[in-house]
């Protein structure tokens, strides 16, 4: 999807203010497309907290994928129970190991890497509880292809940023800034955006005094006008 050049430019100046303010932001290690597949899942409706604590538990308690794939259900329900919504994530979890299986006689996704973003993308969401925001993670932050995962956050910001249509779902947020934002700013500005989310521009209420991009949003400078009258 291409963005109007005026919406394009205006997305590269607030990557561009996001990394004078944050600087150039590093997530964490790259896990591997199937780790980082599960993880996404076990993130569904928490915190990364939250999510950590269940994946570390799982690794701890089985060996391999291929052991949590073919464990009984209840046991693998046990050990992610903090990341929350366990009695759903983990038989999810082990319908995906086995479609996985079923499909690739093993749980090894490195060929992932040899297809195009968008092939990689549609292989990926063919599994049931796979969607558009955990196949963008796996691309962006396991394989290092082209995606931009769209979370609460982005879509929060992004909305009130103007760099989407207000009425415009989640699902088809993921191609709309995808072609608002340059491919090479996706890491950066997903990472930088979910932090402007979390420390400034909140839910409830958005800290607009403060906020480095304060000048290109029209939202934050109404908010801070009716503050003041």
């Known amino acids: ?10 997305a590269l100046k607030i990557h561009e203010r996001l990394l004078e303010f944050y600087g150039e932001p590093v997530w964490r290690n790259p896990l ?18 939250n999510r950590d604590r269940g994946f570390h538990a799982l690794r ?5 994928w291929e052991q949590v794939r073919d464990a009984p ?11 929350g919504l366990a009695n759903q ?11 996985i299986t079923a499909e690739r006689g093993g749980l090894d996704l490195s060929f992932l890497a040899d297809l195009s973003a968008e092939e ?21 932050f396991s394989l290092g292809k082209p995606a931009f995962p769209v979370d609460t956050h982005i879509y929060r910001v992004t909305g009130r940023l103007g760099l ?12 709309h800034l995808e072609g608002v934002f340059p491919p090479e700013t996706y890491y950066a500005a997903h990472l930088n955006i979910i ?13 607009c005094e403060v906020c480095p991009i304060i000048k290109l949003c029209d939202y934050g400078k109404s908010q801070i006008v009716n503050r003041k009258s």
Do not use: Y
Request: aromatic residues 2%; proline residues 8%.
């Open 1 to 10: 999807m291409t963005a109007l050049p005026s919406l394009a430019k205006r």
């Open 32 to 49: 591997p497309a199937v780790d980082e597949l599960v993880s996404t899942i076990l993130s569904q409706n928490t915190n990364d907290l």
């Open 60 to 64: 701890a308690k089985f060996g391999t």
């Open 73 to 83: 259900v209840e046991t693998v329900i046990e050990a992610i129970r903090p990341a």
């Open 89 to 99: 994530k983990g038989p999810r979890i082990q319908q995906v190991l086995r479609s």
């Open 120 to 140: 990689a993308r549609a292989w990926l969401m063919r599994f049931n509880g796979v969607g558009p925001k955990t196949a963008a993670i796996v691309l962006c």
């Open 164 to 175: 989407r249509p207000e009425r415009m779902t989640v699902e088809q947020a993921h191609p």
């Open 195 to 207: 932090r402007l989310g979390r420390e400034i521009c909140q839910a409830r209420r958005p800290r």
